[in-house]
């Protein structure tokens, strides 16, 4: 067809950073990359181990998503050519379907001149994820504070503080957030809202002023992470006691299972650390990987193409991890 080809890379996120319960993100330097053209068939290309077992067909996310986007701007949706690689771990509870979300959207509306701003894609795509933690994170990138009531998602973005760094300990099984939802009780008491509200207006403060010591007290939790803990043994000491061995602050990441530290930059405690929050995993049973990573400040970006021929592997060759 000649159409033109966009290719967008989008970053990973965490959610909740502990008591921000459906309201903090962050973005982490681990990418997918979308590449789309229109086409006179639809056809959908993945790559990478980490999108083993997604969908090729028209049920695809990405897929779905750019039809919404085509839709909203008043376009009739085209067959599209979707290649697609990612190295951010399927339903850990590192924002991977945000990512499709984000990436899709971003790529359709860069195929039609980008009719709908970043706030039109901001507010689709906390419609269709419910809460706007991970999808606000990959949009903005760096540190995001949103609330969506179901009608409207608004935000502020702070900047990550750039001594900031975030060991990801990655158990092997995957939790779907359906299931990591399910376990979550209908109401909370008073006194465990208070908790939360004042824990994470200190933990917005701490990170929007850079103190870092206050973080600690700060990342804790009573309205998810205790009900999420049984899903993933070995989490609760580690939320105990990472803090003394040099975590800044600890989290389950997102639904989970994926455990989360938030290290100074040069903090000589990193391998320690490291260690004993993979060793408490692999005592009760759960084999896990450590990625070190840092906030990643920039959200999904459309990138300049070599040429209209590369490949998606020409354009992102030295950026993946693979
Ligand atoms: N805030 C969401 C949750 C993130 O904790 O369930 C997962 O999508």
């Known amino acids: 067809m000649g159409e033109r080809k966009v290719l967008v890379k989008v970053p990973a996120s965490t959610a909740n950073l502990g008591p921000g319960f459906d309201t903090l993100g962050m973005a982490l330097n681990l990418f997918a990359w979308i590449e789309m053209s229109m ?8 790559h990478g181990d980490q999108l083993k077992g997604v969908t090729d067909t028209k049920s695809n996310l990405v897929y779905q998503v750019a039809r ?22 399927l339903a850990r509870g590192l924002g991977s379907s945000a990512t499709a979300i984000i990436g899709g959207m971003v790529a359709a509306n860069a195929l039609i001149g980008n009719k709908l701003s970043k706030d039109e894609l901001f507010q689709l795509s906390s419609r269709l994820e419910k809460h706007p933690d991970n999808v606000g994170a990959s949009l903005f990138g760096g540190i995001v504070v949103a609330y969506w009531d179901g009608n409207r998602a608004e935000y502020i973005r702070i900047e990550p503080d750039p001594r900031l760094e975030v060991l990801a300990v990655i158990p092997e099984f995957h939790l779907e957030t359906e299931k990591a939802r399910g376990v979550l009780p209908k109401q ?28 600690r007290h700060a990342m804790q939790d009573k309205l998810h992470q205790p009900y999420r803990s049984s899903l993933i ?24 299972p994926t455990l989360l530290a938030l290290v100074e930059a040069g903090s000589g405690h990193k391998e320690a650390l490291a260690r004993f929050m ?24 459309v990138l300049t193409q ?11 060759e030295g950026e993946i991890r693979a």
Request: glycine share 8%.
């Open 188 to 215: 909370v008491s008073m006194s465990d809202a208070v908790f939360n509200v004042s824990h994470s207006s200190l933990l917005v403060v701490a990170l929007s002023t850079g103190n870092l010591r206050m973080i």
């Open 278 to 301: 993979s060793e408490t995993l692999n005592r009760n049973g759960i084999a896990s990987r450590t990625l070190w990573l840092k906030p990643c400040p920039d959200g999904a970006q």
């Open 306 to 316: 070599g040429s209209e021929n590369s490949t998606l592997f020409e354009n992102i």
């Open 39 to 46: 086409s006179e068939q639809t056809r959908i290309h993945l």
């Open 68 to 89: 919404e986007v085509f839709t909203a701007a008043g376009e009739a949706p085209p067959e599209l050519e979707i290649t697609m690689y990612s190295d951010i771990p």
């Open 233 to 256: 043994p070995g989490m609760d000491a580690i939320l105990r006691e990472a803090a003394d061995y040099g975590a800044l602050g600890v989290a389950l990441s997102g639904a989970g």
